[in-house]
């Protein structure tokens, strides 16, 4: 079993960056593929990004190329997620995930980013 913390979240205004981080539990976590997921208020859990267990594959939503980078660092059990130029519809609950097969099985309680105008 995994356990993510996320942090990193807040208030930023538009044009600003922020960089998410979620700690992992456990000793396996170089094994997981992991990931970003978000939910803005009145939307469904969409997916962000997500980096595989060596860290040599990305992958991201069409809405953030270019503007988020996912990246991880096994040695401490983490995973990042850069957001730049952030704009007010980025504004959400970004959850951290990990993978067990093809579908994201261990998430974290989200941590809030809010972009102001």
């Known amino acids: 079993q995994v356990q993510l913390v996320e942090s990193g979240g807040g208030l930023v205004q538009a044009g600003g960056s922020l960089r998410l981080s979620c700690a992992a539990s456990?000793?396996?976590?170089?094994?997981?593929?992991m990931g970003w997921f978000r939910q803005a208020p009145g939307k469904e859990r969409e997916f962000v990004a997500a980096i595989s267990w060596s860290g040599g594959n990305t992958y991201y939503a069409d809405s953030v190329k270019g503007r988020f980078t996912i990246s991880r660092d096994n040695a401490k059990n983490t995973v990042y997620l850069q957001m730049n130029s952030l704009k007010p519809e980025h504004t959400a609950v970004y959850y951290c995930?990990?993978?067990?097969?093809?579908?994201?099985?261990?998430w974290g309680q989200g941590t809030q980013v809010t972009v102001s105008s």
């Open positions: 456990g000793r396996t976590f170089s094994t997981y593929a």
């Open positions: 995930a990990a993978w067990e097969g093809d579908l994201p099985k261990y």
